[in-house]
């Protein structure tokens, strides 16, 4: 029964709110600082929003652990993930509309560490996703048969 607390566990909640802190300050970083200059303004719009998002997060993850609310935290938490890295392929890939800076541009250091904590922030979140999920599954007595145990 190891997988089903995983979500509520305090130092995974814990690694992944260092992660989505992480994931922040690595764009504040990218974007000069903050308020930052990135243009676009659709893209610099994205990097505040992203920070926003990955901070609540943070929050969310270390503050709130209601089982109601672990999968729309974790969900929040794989968004923190998906969203960066979604755009770092498509910024140096095809590019984007009005945004060529990053085009190409697949070794960056700085990107290079942000994919890899966007990563490891998306599989602590699927991980935890899964485990809500197996813990919603198991019957309240087994539940609790495996709590009794584990102390």
């Given amino acids: 029964m190891f997988w089903s607390g995983l979500a509520r ?30 243009t676009p303004t659709y893209v610099g719009i994205g ?17 709130v652990h209601l089982p109601r609310f672990q999968p729309l935290t974790w969900f929040l938490t794989a968004g923190v993930a998906l969203g960066p890295l979604a755009g770092f392929v498509l910024s140096r890939g095809p590019g984007l509309p009005d945004y060529s800076d990053d085009k190409g541009n697949w070794t960056e250091p700085l990107g290079l560490i942000s994919v890899a904590v966007e990563v490891v922030l998306l599989a602590s979140a699927a ?19 495996a709590q009794v145990a584990a102390k």
Avoid: M, N
């Fill in 9 to 38: 566990s305090l130092p995974v909640r814990a690694v992944a709110a260092a992660l989505c802190l992480a994931v922040a300050w690595i764009h504040v970083q990218d974007q000069g600082g903050f308020p930052g200059d990135k």
């Fill in 47 to 63: 990097y505040y929003a992203l920070e926003a998002a990955a901070v609540l997060c943070a929050v969310l993850l270390l503050v």
């Fill in 127 to 145: 991980l935890a996703l899964a485990s809500a999920r197996i813990t919603a599954t198991v019957p309240a007595q087994e539940r609790e048969a």
